[in-house]
């Protein structure tokens, strides 16, 4: 395979980068054999490049250099692999005007929201790696004197790694870091409509100095690359970003062709819970952060909203005044909160949940879904007096929050942990009973309690029930990314 030269490409904030297309195996960035795949702009429609995309013989090829790297990553010394996550860290920070700015470009995000939590998140992500990387143990177990027992942590060998598009070089870094910390090699499938965040992280993997075939990477349909990820004899790990609907697929696809194992990081319709005893400023803000930040395209999104009923009415007109204030705009803009949702798709999938929910007999308390900027915009909107059985119920993915009134704890615990998900939570109060009753009641992954959202590389992240399985972050990825190998001696005590 011959390697592709990068692309001369013009960010709308005027920068110049060399942006890779190919495929990234072995260090290179090579030709797809699949359809190239056109990415897009969001905020003006416009095709920013052509990537090229794998097939599934192309998976079998960044496998097969991953299987080649994989005894000589794994037995790289620990302080080694530090020293190069810490390398991309650094390369990460250097760059991270010109990585949120293409995140910007290619997801249609906010460059400021890309800048301060993406980028940032990323390079706190490869350090607490890094960090790790040394300190990874098993344990000696007592077995009296003629036998001695240990474990080990190793890796998987080679993990297969799909992301989405929402939080595109977070979500990169997320699985990266850990795997490669872990001593595993990867195979990562970006997002079809966000490739290029990916590519170029690719680069900084080269320059770093990785060595050829720990880390591939690769755009690609789902359909066609993702399923060649999930089906592949080879790969022992898959780990998933996504909608829950794919990732009951990807477990499928694992269970059918080699019980690889299997981490999901999945949909959520979470819960934001405000008590009358609470900041009633600092909610109503919240509150709106939660459901609109990145266009209420976050798993995390608070999406349904449950205020005590002596505060009700006023929180509704609060939160309509604050909502009319959200400022949407060309994403470069600095002072732009709001850009366009990632894709025509996922627009006119949003739209029709909000007709239905209106069909339902939905209340629009603000916004209702056309935005004055057209295109991909879709206005901040709220509903009140959403039914059981309303479209409103479904994850949208979108800046779309359903609010309702509660009178006693009981009730709103009942109503809260009434999903199939369980990925976040979030309550606001000044009491500490009830935060930490709340705390313990709450059937979610993650609580919040007095601020909603944010993500920490210390805090493990995950879901309960149909919102995933396993966790990322924190010391809790450790256990998703080794094995535990058991190693059990007889002892001769000196006896001839
Ligand atoms: P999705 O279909 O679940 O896509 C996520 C990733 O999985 C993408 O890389 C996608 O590839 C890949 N994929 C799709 N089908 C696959 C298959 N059969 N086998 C293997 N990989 C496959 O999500 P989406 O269509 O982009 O968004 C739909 C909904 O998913 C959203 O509205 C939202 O509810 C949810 N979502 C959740 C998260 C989250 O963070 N939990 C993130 C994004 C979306 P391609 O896109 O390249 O085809
Ligand atoms: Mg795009």
Known sequence: MSTLAATQISLPNGKTYAQPTGLFINNEFVAGSDAKIDTIDPYTGKVICAMEAASAADIDVAVAAAEKAKRGWRDTLPAQRAALLNKMADLIERDADIIAAIDSTDNGKAFTMARHVDLVGAISCFRFYAGYADKIHGQTMELGRDMHGYTKREPYGVCGQIIPWNFPFLMWAWKVAPALATGNVIVLKSAEQTPLSCAYGASLIKEAGFPPGVANFVTGLGKTTGVAIATHMKIRKVAFTGSTLVGRQIMKMAAESNLKKVSLELGGKSPHIIFADADFDKAVETVANGIYFNQGQVCVAGSRAFVEAPIYDKFLEALKARTAQVKSGNPFDPTTYHGPQVSAIQCERINALIEGGVKAGAKVVAGGGKHELGGLFISPTVFSDVTGTSPLQNEIFGPVLVISPFKTIEEVVAIANDTEYG??????????????????????????????????????????????????????????????????????????
């Open 423 to 496: 990925l976040a939570s979030g309550l606001h109060t000044s009491s500490i009973d009830t935060a930490l009753r709340m705390a313990d009641e709450l059937e979610a992954g993650t609580v919040w309690i007095n601020h909603y959202g944010g993500a920490s590389p210390q805090l493990p992240f995950g879901g309960y029930k149909q919102s995933g399985i396993g966790r990322e972050n924190g010391d809790a990825v450790i256990g998703e990314y080794t094995q535990i190998k058991t190693v059990s001696i007889a002892r001769n005590n000196n006896k001839k």
